[in-house]
């Protein structure tokens, strides 16, 4: 999975807590993405970043926040989890814009 | 909102036959890249086609692009059972300072052995 991790890789938490996800890369690449993946909706971006504190929305952004303060990890907070983020999360990484990105494998959450 | 559709949505096939998915998608795009998804995992990217190339090949895997139609398709040749998988079509496209890649929803693959 060229060089990326995700933990924990699977979590199962309460409704109204929070939750901190972790994608930890080794190939010093510029970009980040956290991505969501449901069934019948493939995957949708939640925010992403292009550098160290820089990062910027995606399409389904409401109720997570993410943190950069180290090129090789990218934070996805959800403040207050609920049922309808119950989901699979995908960390993503490219050298730049407009080229391949290479995913983590994953971290299954289930909200209750 | 999604910007390619994969079509069909499943596709069951006999190993050694041909695979052939569709996709399409509504604006203007930079590129179109092909995802495989084993059942579990993470993505890992297949090809790559830039708006301005026709054709592209790699492997068994052969990627065409018509932007005037706005659609593209992935032919897997004489394929193995170890193809089953679904696949993703991502369009990039930029616009308002960014770039994002915007995934359709698969085509799962079944290969019979």
């Given at each position: 999975?060229?060089?990326?991790?995700?933990?924990?890789r699977?979590?199962?938490t309460?409704?109204?807590?929070p939750?901190?996800?972790?994608?930890?890369?080794?190939?010093?690449?510029?970009?980040?993405?956290?991505?969501?993946?449901?069934?019948g909706?493939?995957l949708?971006?939640?925010?992403y970043?292009?550098?160290?504190?820089?990062?910027?929305?995606g399409e389904?952004?409401?109720?997570?926040s993410?943190?950069?303060?180290?090129?090789?990890?990218?934070?996805?907070t959800?403040?207050?989890?609920t049922?309808s983020?119950t989901?699979?999360?995908?960390c993503?990484?490219?050298?730049?814009?407009?080229v391949?990105?290479y995913?983590?494998?994953?971290t299954?959450?289930?909200?209750? | 909102?999604?910007?390619?559709?994969e079509?069909?949505?499943?596709?069951?096939?006999?190993?050694g036959?041909?695979?052939?998915?569709?996709?399409?998608y509504?604006?203007?795009?930079n590129n179109l890249?092909?995802?495989?998804q084993?059942?579990?995992r993470?993505l890992?990217?297949?090809?790559?086609?830039?708006?301005?190339?026709?054709?592209?090949?790699?492997g068994?895997?052969?990627?065409?692009?018509?932007?005037?139609?706005?659609?593209?398709?992935?032919?897997?040749?004489a394929?193995?059972?170890?193809d089953?998988?679904?696949?993703f079509?991502?369009?990039?496209?930029?616009?308002?300072?960014?770039?994002?890649?915007?995934?359709?929803?698969?085509?799962?693959?079944?290969?019979?052995?």
């Amino acid at each position: 999975d060229a060089g990326i991790t995700q933990s924990p890789r699977h979590k199962v938490t309460e409704t109204g807590t929070p939750v901190t996800l972790r994608c930890h890369q080794t190939e010093n690449h510029r970009y980040m993405y956290w991505y969501r993946q449901d069934p019948g909706h493939g995957l949708r971006l939640i925010h992403y970043s292009y550098g160290v504190k820089d990062t910027d929305k995606g399409e389904v952004s409401d109720g997570y926040s993410v943190s950069r303060s180290k090129t090789e990890d990218f934070l996805l907070t959800l403040e207050s989890a609920t049922s309808s983020q119950t989901s699979v999360y995908f960390c993503a990484i490219s050298e730049s814009v407009g080229v391949t990105q290479y995913f983590g494998p994953g971290t299954r959450l289930t909200v209750l | 909102s999604q910007q390619g559709e994969e079509d069909p949505q499943a596709l069951s096939i006999q190993e050694g036959e041909n695979a052939t998915m569709n996709c399409s998608y509504k604006t203007s795009i930079n590129n179109l890249q092909w995802y495989r998804q084993n059942s579990g995992r993470g993505l890992v990217h297949l090809i790559l086609i830039r708006s301005n190339e026709r054709e592209k090949h790699s492997g068994r895997l052969r990627v065409t692009l018509d932007t005037s139609k706005k659609s593209s398709s992935l032919l897997i040749t004489a394929s193995r059972a170890a193809d089953t998988a679904s696949y993703f079509c991502a369009t990039g496209s930029s616009g308002a300072g960014s770039y994002q890649l915007t995934f359709g929803k698969g085509t799962k693959l079944s290969v019979i052995p």
